[in-house]
């Protein structure tokens, strides 16, 4: 098997997607690969915003636009450097999850992508689908799924 020369990782701010970063990177370091961290959102205005987070507490980062994509990935690549990641590109991409990643790997030839587990086991992860569970579906590349909550 050929090593990996172009790695995808997901990121949506949470302290379980920095864990999929950690490991995609030191993948990344090890096989000499291009590391693109990559960050989707929706724009939203800010009274959308401040409504949700009222409601969703420490869930709002799941809010549409809610993620500072620019902060988020900076600290990805704080996270994939510390890990080892040397060829380090930061993406955001305005769209859903799944397809942006999707368009992602396609649009930049990668062979592997990395996700978190989160939303595997929960109940909308179940009835309506999950980033893990359906880029694994879905993807030509592999696809590298990080047990980063258990």
């Known amino acids: 098997m050929t090593a ?61 636009g809610s993620a500072p994509t620019t902060e988020i990935l900076r600290v990805a690549r704080d996270k994939a450097a510390a890990a080892g990641a040397r060829d380090i590109v930061e993406r955001p991409i305005v769209g859903e999850p799944v397809e942006s990643l999707l368009a992602l790997i396609k649009e930049t030839d990668a062979d592997l992508l990395v996700v978190g587990n989160r939303g595997l086991n929960t109940l909308a992860g179940r009835l309506l689908g999950s980033v893990p569970s359906d880029v694994a579906r879905k993807s030509r590349s592999d696809v590298l799924i990080v047990h980063t909550v258990r």
């Open 4 to 64: 990996y020369r172009t790695i995808v990782v997901g990121t949506d701010g949470s302290d379980s997607s920095y864990v999929a970063v950690e490991k995609a990177a030191a993948l990344a370091a090890d096989a000499g690969a291009t590391l693109i961290v990559a960050c989707a959102y929706y724009p939203t205005d800010d009274r959308e915003i401040a409504a949700a987070a009222d409601v969703l507490k420490d869930e709002a980062y799941q809010v549409r």
